[in-house]
């Protein structure tokens, strides 16, 4: 661009005359000389600079929303369909174990009454065992069922195919040993010809002393061992989701604030400069710039928020009514072998009596509920008496009360409280489901709003500079 001046016209140069012309001059005229102006006017170079910087800052405010976003759903799918299935299957086949056992033991007690009938009639079985004998069916099946979701899910826990791996496939090899220990045991116990009520033959209860104390020492430690690690990832999954979420949504915040200050002040330079009211363009652009700022790090916190809720009041209460409900059975367990093995009462006794000391703790904090406050006593109530009957030498009625499915009776309080808990397991459950739904709903639509919006940000941007720019073209 050139621009002409005007120069009074000299003869000489040099003090104390008049000054020369400058060397960036031509003359073109007789005293007139054209200068050449090879820089940018200061106008257009504010306004490419003040353009740069909002469009620099809106792409980095774009780039920071969606990267946000993009972590904040890979650590929910992460948390919502990986750590925590994960869990709930060990969870469950903890629970799965404990109650297969308590079976077992119940299947001890099968048989006919100690006396025979006063009138010579055939005996009746006291206890026929096909209860325990279907439920223990119904519980291997949940076994299996967790250990194979266990072993889809090794690759994706975090200890890959191997750790994780190996511990899934020790468990079934144990799990190999103890069905061996508890099929023999169940088939001494019910193949002898008019097997007395609570005193099953000495193999079986050898068989039944393997099996138990193969799943105590070796299989339920596994199982702990892999719940444990199972437990720690969703808590670090948790960790991960709210701390990402929140430090997304501070990003967001950052740049967004600073985009809109930059757009503010530079829609007050123009007005000021360049003696306009109000840039319509830009005035939308920073509407835009303040909705994905505002609307983005809500939603990005009430995520985090949902998540957090989702494993705290969800997946936690679960995993305490879980564990309640696999102290009950090895309670169970413990009282069936109590009434079948005199040798051991007194340290069966003691086993019992510390787990359902440990019970009232689980069920006392955030896992209880009325419906399961009230079982519990029940439960502990039918307890009482099954002792009452066995050490007044009532054997038949002790079987009875043992296995009965009457209220009052052991195997009835038993269920009643299980059921309890499982309500409660599910519920806590549906809670998780919940929160995981309200952050997934947090974050849908996220992929497309801040590219649509800011996208508009840069075309708003160039239309709203453009006239500026043509005034100096």
């Not at 026929?128 to 250990?147: S, Y």
């Not at 604030?257 to 757009?263: D, I, K």
């Not at 679960?318 to 072998?337: G, N």
Request: net charge negative; hydrophobic share 45%.
């Amino acid at each position: 661009m050139t621009f002409i001046s005007a120069v009074t016209p000299v003869t000489r140069c040099g003090f104390p005359f008049t000054r020369c012309p400058d060397p960036g001059q031509t003359a073109v005229a007789a005293g007139t000389y054209v200068r050449r102006v090879t820089s940018i006017p200061r106008p257009i170079l504010r306004l490419r600079l003040q353009s740069a910087a909002a469009l620099l800052l809106v792409a980095a405010l774009l780039v920071a929303a969606l990267s946000a976003f993009a972590s904040a759903r890979s650590d929910l799918h992460r948390l919502a369909e990986v750590s925590e299935p994960r869990a709930a299957a060990a969870a469950d086949l903890h629970q799965a174990l404990a109650d297969l056992d308590a079976q077992h033991a119940d299947a001890l007690v099968v048989g006919y009454p100690a006396a025979a009938p006063a009138d010579g009639s055939a005996p009746v079985l006291v206890d026929d065992g096909v209860l325990a004998a279907l439920t223990a069916q119904t519980d291997r099946r949940e076994v299996a069922r967790d250990l194979t979701l266990l072993a889809a899910s090794s690759d994706s826990a975090g200890g890959g195919s191997g750790a994780a791996g190996t511990e899934v496939q020790t468990i079934i090899d144990l799990l190999g040993t103890y069905d061996s220990f508890s099929g023999t045991e169940e088939f001494s116990a019910t193949s002898q010809d008019d097997p007395i009520v609570a005193r099953p033959p000495e193999l079986a209860l050898n068989y039944y002393g393997q099996a138990e104390g193969l799943l105590q020492q070796s299989l339920l430690p596994q199982v702990q061992s892999l719940l444990t690690a199972a437990d720690d990832q969703v808590a670090a999954d948790r960790s991960t989701a709210v701390t990402d979420g929140r430090r997304g949504a501070v990003l967001i915040a950052v740049l967004g604030v600073l985009a809109l200050v930059l757009l503010v002040w530079w829609q007050a330079d123009l007005t000021r400069r360049h003696r306009r009211v109000l840039n319509p363009a830009l005035l939308v652009a920073t509407a835009a710039v303040l909705a994905v700022t505002l609307a983005g790090g809500l939603a990005l916190v009430s995520a985090a928020d949902h998540a957090d809720d989702a494993v705290r009041q969800g997946y936690d209460p679960f995993s305490t009514a879980a564990q309640a409900q696999a102290v009950a059975a090895d309670a169970e367990a413990a009282q069936s072998r109590w009434l079948v093995d005199d040798a051991y009462r007194t340290s069966l006794r003691t086993t019992y009596d510390g787990l359902t000391a440990q019970l009232g703790k689980l069920t006392a904090g955030a896992a209880g509920s009325p419906g399961v406050t009230r079982t519990e006593r029940d439960y502990l109530a039918s307890d009482g008496r099954l002792r009452e009957l066995a050490g007044a030498g009532q054997l038949d009625q002790a079987s009875v009360q043992l296995t009965g499915v009457t209220r009052g009776q052991v195997a009835f309080g038993y269920y009643d409280l299980s059921l309890q808990l499982e309500q409660l397991s599910s519920s806590a459950t549906a809670r998780f489901d919940a929160g995981v739904a309200a952050a997934d709903g947090d974050l849908s639509g996220w992929t497309a709003i801040p590219a649509g919006l800011l996208g508009a940000v840069f075309v708003l941007v160039l239309v709203g500079v453009r006239p500026r720019l043509a005034e100096f073209a």
